[in-house]
């Protein structure tokens, strides 16, 4: 039987016609590109994180600082404070656990206080004035940025000391107030003016009077939601947000051994938290839903756990009586929501704290014709934080947002450049951002495996006081943990593209001006792309 003729598996190619890597025409071409890290682009105050990170590994920490405080003046705070959503989008999360950024920001808020690190107000002034109601995140960050543009601000606020929910809610085992008042102190350096213990009543009168171009209200979340419960001794019933600006204040109410908090959120945990260091040998949080559906951020939770405080899920307050209450058990029906079983239990406790969230004290603005509201907040123009009245704008709990410290201060950088720009009428312009770098664009075979720093802690123990929980970095800890920093979608000058390509057609510029391409060498290969480890080279085609 006659064989088959053999077939060749592996024809010529058609020089003429391949598209393949390489061929007699380049068909693509390399470019370098700067690509947007999920860490910035999730950071609410606008941080240009990987680039301080950078300047951190290079050891250039007052440079990094600099960098740091372009966008946000509060480093050893939010190193304390801020949730890190930066942290939840970090691409290292997919290999080894995120970057500790707060960590490292934190390290250089510290790293700031000591060495008494000041900023350079501007050349010149513009003579214009601008009114911030409220001293509080927003309204502080706000008075910083328009300070630096050369305005000249003055801060109203009704409290005894700057601050806001950062001296008053926030107790002193996570945010000491000598932090505070260092990073306070640096924005009155600048010449900015503080009125305390000042409420306004008539914003408009306000502004006349002083001869004010512009305002920025940025009042505080700082009234509570209240709930009727029968009770034969409201004195035994306190607001969350009350409790804590006593204590805050040094002020050390008698609770008794057994308290009940009411409420599920942030300000929830940190009163069951502060209880337990005023004494009481029993602290429970008594919330109507799940833990899946509480509004408190996780660690805030595990942390209220650890110290001793105990969660009585699905329960309401129906009553309270001498050292007794009665709570009903609720259950989470087919829509998702809570509903009474019709049964109950009894609990003990001699003081039940209200937190339930809270409003802003927005009433003063009610009289101002044309302000539009949404409940107990303003409504206002999200691209430039205007209300409806010329002139007046407003962040931070005044307006439609989530309620944290690291959005209040985004919200004041973004309406102090918008303030300077509407004052010398210049058009507010938006700036397209770049793709973000997300983690399936990186190529890995660079990094290691480099788990993050951990931050020292009291022991549970030790923690039945006001001393500060959580301690920072050291140098070489902080350095360390830059370095883990994948540069996502930016350039780190590893050489890999120079040493890649065989056609020498990459070109080597010098330290911190990186590469440019010889196109009459380059072949369109993709070799320099295929191996840069962030993702700062993109192979497009030819021109």
Not at 103 to 116: F, Q
Not at 249 to 261: F, K, L, N
Not at 282 to 296: D, F, G, K, L, W
């Amino acid at each position: 039987m006659q064989q088959p003729t053999p077939r060749n598996l592996t024809p010529l190619p058609d020089l003429g016609a391949s598209q393949g890597r390489v061929g007699p025409t380049r068909v693509r071409m390399p470019i370098y590109v700067d690509l947007l890290p999920p860490c910035n682009q999730a950071c609410p105050a606008g941080e240009n994180i990987q680039e301080w990170l950078r300047l951190v590994k290079a050891k250039e920490d007052h440079a990094a600082w600099l960098e740091l405080t372009r966008n946000n003046p509060f480093p050893a705070i939010h190193g304390r404070v801020c949730y890190h959503p930066c942290e939840t989008s970090c691409n290292r999360v997919e290999l080894d656990g995120a970057v500790s950024i707060h960590s490292v920001e934190r390290y250089l808020g510290d790293l700031a206080i000591a060495n008494n690190w000041q900023f350079q107000g501007p050349a010149r002034t513009s003579g214009r004035k601008v009114l911030v109601i409220g001293s509080g995140p927003s309204g502080l960050s706000a008075a910083y940025h328009l300070a630096m543009l050369g305005h000249e601000v003055e801060v109203h606020d009704s409290s005894d000391l700057p601050g806001g929910m950062m001296r008053y809610g926030i107790p002193e085992y996570r945010l000491p107030r000598d932090v505070l008042d260092a990073e306070v102190d640096r924005i009155r350096a600048l010449g900015v003016r503080f009125v305390q213990n000042h409420t306004v009543t008539d914003l408009l009168a306000e502004q006349a009077e002083g001869h004010f171009d512009a305002v920025f209200v940025a009042i505080g979340a700082h009234l509570s939601k209240r709930v009727d419960i029968p009770t034969m001794d409201a004195g035994r019933i306190v607001d969350a947000v009350g409790f804590l600006r006593d204590v805050a204040s040094g002020e050390r109410p008698v609770i008794g051994r057994r308290v009940a908090v009411y409420g599920g959120g942030n300000t929830a945990m940190d009163a069951a938290r502060v209880a337990r260091r005023l004494g009481a040998e029993e602290s429970i949080v008594v919330y109507r839903r799940t833990q899946e559906h509480m509004p408190a951020h996780a660690e805030e939770h595990d942390e209220a756990v650890r110290e001793g405080v105990k969660m009585n899920w699905l329960r309401t307050i129906n009553q309270f009586d001498e050292g007794h209450m009665q709570v009903e058990i609720m259950e989470i029906n087919d829509e998702g929501k809570a509903v009474g079983t019709g049964r109950y239990e009894t609990l003990e406790a001699d003081t039940v704290i209200l937190a339930l969230g809270q409003e802003a004290d927005s009433g003063f603005l009610r009289t101002i014709p044309g302000m539009r509201f949404d409940g107990d907040v303003v409504q206002v123009d999200p691209n430039t934080l205007m209300t409806d009245v010329p002139g007046i704008f407003a962040g931070g709990d005044a307006v439609p947002s989530e309620r944290t410290v690291t959005i209040g201060v985004g919200h004041g950088k973004k309406a102090a450049r918008v303030i300077d720009r509407w004052l010398a009428q210049r058009p507010v312009t938006e700036h397209p951002k770049n793709p973000v770098a997300t983690f399936d664009k990186l190529n890995l075979w660079y990094w290691g495996d480099d788990r993050a720093t951990t931050q020292p802690e009291l022991d549970v123990a030790q923690r039945l006081n006001f001393d500060e929980i959580v301690g920072g970095l050291t140098d070489d800890q902080a350095r360390t943990e830059a370095w883990r920093c994948l540069s996502c979608g930016n350039c780190i000058e590893c050489d890999g593209c120079l040493g890649s390509c065989p056609e020498d057609a990459v070109i080597k510029l010098g330290k911190g001006l990186r590469y440019r391409y010889d196109y009459t060498k380059c072949t369109g290969c993709g070799t320099c792309y295929e191996q840069c480890p962030v993702h700062a080279i993109e192979m497009i085609p030819e021109r």
